[in-house]
């Protein structure tokens, strides 16, 4: 089993930042991959921004340039660092883990994009 604890989620107006952060405890095994998944209001999650086990990274072209995900292996931390913030970029913002064909999930953290 893994828990995901995250924090940093927030209102913020458009063209702010703000950063996120994850931690991931209990049986942690490599590699693996961590990431950030969102879900905005009516639609399906989808993902934002993951970065695997060695460094290398994958990000939703609508987040691209503006979004940089970045992780520390030894502490089991992944971070989401949001500039250009937009309000298309409101949603719930959920870390995930993934090693295989399991995945866990976070509880989640309301980001809020609005004047």
């Known amino acids: 089993q893994v828990q995901l604890v995250e924090s940093g989620g927030g209102l913020v107006q458009p063209g702010g930042s703000l950063r996120l952060s994850c931690t991931a405890s209990?049986?942690?095994?490599?590699?693996?991959?961590m990431g950030w998944y969102r879900q905005a209001p009516g639609k399906q999650r989808e993902l934002a921004a993951a970065?695997?086990?060695?460094?290398?990274?994958n990000y939703a072209d609508s987040v691209k340039g503006r979004f940089t995900i970045s992780r520390d292996t030894a502490r089991n931390t992944v971070d989401l660092q949001m500039n250009s913030l937009k309000p298309e970029d409101t949603a719930i913002y959920y870390c995930n883990y993934r090693r295989f064909t399991s995945s866990y999930w976070g509880q989640g953290t309301q980001v809020t994009v609005s004047a």
């Open positions: 209990g049986i942690i095994s490599s590699p693996n991959a």
């Open positions: 970065v695997n086990h060695f460094g290398g990274t």
